[in-house]
């Protein structure tokens, strides 16, 4: 019986059905070796030679393999069909090669699938080939390149920007777009204009809307009309004319669908429709691709196999009519600059299967199967026939023309099913419908007004418009957008807020760092051209090593430079660089680099392990600072009031806003200071509300069996603590409400310390214990499956396992296949005891 090996179990599991008793198909759990993360591994002085360490959660994995192979002397390679894919499989060659459980006798194939369904599966047995060479060469390349940049750059960030966490080939352009575009937004300055509109009436009593399009006998333009002065002058040259209908005329128009998904589109209309991330989109696709429900989701591809084509004609033939199938099909070409080896698109692999049909009960796989079945057939949909109608009316004398604009839909076509979103929506004229109106007619004056706008900035970056800009970029590839968007977010450079991405301080100083010292490696040329070399690679012309030789010899020079510089050398640049958002001019014209605080101390560029910040140079004197950016040039220190002769302050702290009671002096170095809790807005803070925090801990009473009861904030949050006189230590009992901390009273104080001491579990009381859904037995194993929740979120609990649940998945949408999947994936993380050597 020939091994077949696989990437997951979830495959391994499906695929083993379709094949039968005839083979044994196994997971190897992703990648099985890498390179270890320590100097050397590529070593540049040999030809770039690699040293790959099987890891600890894959030794396992790898010895399974290698057990079957001693009873089954035939390996077959059925990894993903990509050149990740590729790579593993050669791994796993390499790997079972050295540990001699492929003999010379031993056939080794590989075979590839698109689709995890019985036809494709069992046809891909039949054509078995050997391991691609190039795409293995293009992915060492790749990840040579990652380990060369990560390893000798990160540090260099580590001892010159404290705080920096890491730099990577991709991760590091990616951060650039998010900061240029934020600086794009900083220095945008409003630009005012007017438009005016007005609602007509037909003879018959309908009404239609127009814009002023001419003026004064000239065309208008969007800024034509500058103030509120002008817009009530073109007010008033319209109300005091008559108008007519000039002219309508009606033009036929078309719409033609988009094409299929591929694994960029397929993660911006998943955002655009369901607010999904990338990371979360992929996910969901693995697992409908591992089902037999779609074809492989990480292509950059767009054509569909003759066949799928077929199908999704017929299907629509039944669905819709025959009206609806265009004479002959519809066929894609790939635009995608530096598009990867071709793969078909992203669709299903059975046209009559919709959503509603689909044996899933995720409501994530369940959406996101929706919208790729919905594409897939509207592709191949007859296009939607339109008619289009432009009206001009104007004065007799030629002074003021207005325009309405309007369409009707003939016929839906594709619209029927699918109609693709948009990433910021616009007001389209042409999208409304208009009454029936005649040449010649008069038009009646019902409503005319004048309405005020301001340009608006470039808008932030979402997940979905990032990995658009990318893909026309021709940075990174369809493996790469999730995890690259996922580590600058991990990294605290970028957060995500309303699906916006907003580059933090941190992330801003190490973008400002490379521009200025690595600049050729973060320019968007030098990356594309670098990804089309590795393509190169992949399609066999041209050799790794040269690549990999010319990188390395300018960037280890660009390394050697900068590691000789002194930090303070690297904040004058970088102070230089960011001049004009570190110190925006003030309305009074002062220097904005005179400290508002002490008044005669120049602000600099500081860094520190959270950031980067703006503070004083009479330090320790002086202790303002503020953040780099958001605030302005007068900071982000308040002076709340006074009490007791000393200065409330409100401050930002490397941990968030906090209260302070005057200022550091010799005798007092750590003045009195409190943070303000989840939910307290530093935007709402007052004196009162200062000084209640600043009086915490605050006693609630004398417990019955002695010892002061107290409540407080702490790093886990509210809490009431108490200590017996015969207790080693105090017993904290967790508040769930921030205002208990002021208000808790004694009787539910002891209760609470008493349901602590019976039950200390983790910190938690018996009654936050309880599941937040049952899920039943373990369809395998046995033992009941909760989802619970825990400190730091909801988790899936069986016997031992705990694993936490996936960022924006709902407790309540948690199936019994995705906690099995979950704890599959948990157990097999977790490393084994290590063991006592035995005494001497």
């Not at 509109?197 to 001419?214: D, F, I, K, M, S």
């Not at 690259?484 to 190490?510: A, H, M, S, W």
């Not at 990188?551 to 640049?573: G, H, K, N, P, Q």
Request: aromatic share 8%.
């Amino acid at each position: 019986m020939p091994v077949v090996v696989v990437e997951s179990p979830a495959k391994a599991k499906t695929i083993n059905k379709y094949l039968g008793s005839d083979y044994t198909v196994l997971a190897s759990y992703g990648h099985v070796r890498d390179l270890p993360a320590k100097n050397g591994s590529v070593d540049t002085d040999h030809d770039f030679d690699m040293t790959w360490e099987v890891g600890n959660d894959s030794r396992k994995h790898v010895k399974a393999i290698a057990d079957a192979l001693k009873n089954d002397n035939a390996l077959i390679l059925a990894t993903d069909p990509d050149r990740e894919g590729e790579a593993i499989s050669w791994h796993l060659e390499e790997t079972l090669r050295k540990r001699r459980a492929i003999k010379k006798d031993t056939p080794v194939s590989r075979v590839v699938f698109n689709a995890i369904t019985k036809s494709a599966v069992t046809e891909a047995m039949k054509n078995p080939r050997d391991i691609d060479q190039p795409l293995v060469d293009a992915y060492l390349a790749r990840r040579a390149l990652d380990y060369l940049v990560g390893f000798n750059l990160s540090p260099v960030l580590w001892r010159k920007l404290p705080g920096a966490r890491s730099a990577g080939r991709v991760q590091s352009v990616c951060l650039r777009l998010i900061v240029e575009r934020e600086i794009e937004i900083e220095a945008f300055k409003p630009r005012e204009y007017w438009s005016v509109g007005a609602v007509l009436g037909t003879p018959r009593g309908q009404e239609y809307e127009a814009r002023l399009t001419v003026l004064a006998g000239d065309k208008l333009d969007k800024y034509s009309i500058e103030n509120e002065t002008q817009a009530e002058l073109a007010v008033q040259a319209i109300t005091s004319r008559d108008l007519t209908v000039k002219s309508v005329e009606a033009k036929p128009a078309s719409r033609n669908p988009t094409a299929p998904f591929m694994t960029s589109t397929l993660q911006q209309e998943a955002s655009r429709k369901y607010g999904m991330g990338a990371r979360q989109c992929m996910s969901a696709a693995q697992r409908l691709y591992e089902a037999g429900y779609i074809t492989y989701m990480r292509t950059d591809g767009i054509d569909m196999a003759p066949e799928a084509v077929a199908a999704a004609r017929d299907a629509i033939k039944d669905r819709y009519g025959a009206e609806y199938v265009p004479a002959s099909p519809r066929i894609y070409k790939n635009k995608a600059k530096n598009a990867q080896e071709a793969h078909e698109c992203i669709r299903p692999t059975d046209m009559t299967l919709d959503a509603g049909k689909l044996k899933v009960t995720e409501a994530d796989q369940k959406k996101l199967y929706d919208l790729i079945w919905k594409r897939t057939i509207a592709c191949q949909m007859e296009a939607a026939r339109m008619e289009r109608t432009t009206v001009d009316v104007s004065s007799k004398d030629g002074q003021v023309e207005l325009r309405a604009t309007g369409q009707v839909v003939l016929f839906d076509g594709f619209l029927r099913v699918y109609e693709e979103g948009r990433d910021d929506s616009v007001l389209d004229d042409d999208d409304k419908r208009l009454p029936q109106i005649m040449e010649g007619e008069k038009a009646d004056k019902r409503q005319i007004s004048p309405e005020q706008h301001f340009t608006q900035p470039p808008p932030r970056y979402t997940e979905a418009t990032l990995v658009k800009k990318m893909e026309e970029l021709g940075i990174g590839r369809p493996s790469t957008y999730a995890s690259v968007i996922t580590t600058i977010q991990d990294r605290e450079y970028v957060r995500k807020d309303k699906n916006r991405l907003f580059p933090e301080d941190k992330g801003r100083i190490v973008t400002v760092f490379l521009m200025n010292f690595f600049k050729r490696y973060v320019e968007y040329d030098f990356t594309a051209d670098l990804e089309s070399q590795l393509d190169d690679v992949s399609a066999g012309d041209r050799d790794y090593k040269d690549v990999l030789s010319r990188f390395w010899r300018d960037f280890s020079a660009a390394i050697t430079e900068t590691s000789d510089l002194r930090i303070t050398e690297v904040l004058d640049v970088l102070d230089d660089a960011l001049a004009p958002q570190l110190y925006p001019p003030r309305e009074d014209g002062s220097d904005p680099r005179v400290c508002p605080k002490c008044g005669n101390g120049r602000l600099h560029l500081k860094t520190s392990r959270t950031g980067g910040f703006v503070g004083c140079g009479n330090y320790p004197e002086c202790t303002y600072t503020r953040p780099i950016a958001g605030e302005g040039a007068e900071g982000d220190e308040r002076l709340l009031g006074e009490d007791a002769g000393d200065e409330i302050w409100l401050k930002a702290g490397r941990f968030g806003p906090y209260v302070q009671r005057g200022e550091p002096t010799p005798e007092n170095k750590k003045p009195p200071r409190a943070s303000l809790p989840r939910g307290w807005s530093k935007d709402d803070m007052d004196l009162e509300k200062a000084l209640t925090l600043l009086s915490l801990p605050r006693e609630v009473g004398e417990h019955p069996d002695g010892g002061m009861i107290t409540t407080n904030f702490g790093r886990f949050g509210p809490y009431a603590m108490h200590q017996l006189p015969d207790e080693a230590k105090p017993v904290y009992a967790n508040l769930k409400d921030p205002n208990d901390v002021f208000e808790l009273g004694m009787n539910r104080a002891v209760e609470l310390l008493a349901e602590k001491r019976a039950n200390p579990g983790r910190g938690r009381s018996s009654a936050a214990a309880k599941a937040l859904k049952e899920l039943g037995e373990h369809p395998e194993s046995g033992g009941a499956v909760n989802i619970m929740e825990g400190r730091y979120g909801p988790y899936v609990k069986w016997d031992k396992v705990n694993a936490t649940l996936p960022k924006d998945t709902k407790p309540e949408d948690v199936t019994m296949e995705m906690a099995v999947a979950l704890i599959a994936e948990k157990a097999a993380k977790k490393k084994p005891a290590r063991k006592t050597k035995a005494k001497k």
